[in-house]
């Protein structure tokens, strides 16, 4: 049995402003970067069981992403440069459970044509260092593949540590840790 924290609201989470990017609450109108992103086998070639097959899937998702901003008021946010309406990727947190205990997942995902700039690192950043002032109660954990040396430079960008002791296989492979504590949690 997973136990999951009490749903809070944070009104100021649906946007959220960095440097040269802006984030903002995923809704219908994303849902065409959504199914993009997540047919490109390159963007998910480290997570193959993230691909998605039809639009309706692309749907589905876009309905868990919504439920999960409807109960606890933040999420996966769409990733936009300030100074267009052009969708890089998506990144954010969102309540998982882990050896029965609610922490939140990390996840950011890129368009391949945006790779190399730092927006990824730039979202993670932003998402984690929400996480800390918000949620300072919950763990932020990463779950990497071992081969994708560049998702394990974004989650250290973003101020995660390797946490070797909580790696699991995972669904399309071994599954390693980078947590925003380690501290706290000795697995």
Known sequence: MTVEPAPTRDVGAEELRTGRLRLSRPGPGDLDAIFALHTDPEAC???????????????LLLLRWSHQWDRYGFGYWTIRPHDSAETLGFCGVK??????????????????????????????????????????DDLVIARVRPENVASQRVALRAGLVRAEHLDTPGDDGADWFYVSDTSRYEG
């Open 45 to 59: 070639a480290h997570n193959p069981s993230d691909l998605l097959e039809t639009r309706k899937d692309a749907e």
């Open 95 to 136: 309540v998982v459970g882990f050896r029965r205990r609610p922490v939140l997942n990390l996840f950011y995902r890129l368009f391949p044509a945006s790779w190399g700039s730092g927006y990824a690192g730039e979202a993670a950043t932003a998402a984690v260092d929400w996480a800390r002032v918000h949620r300072p």
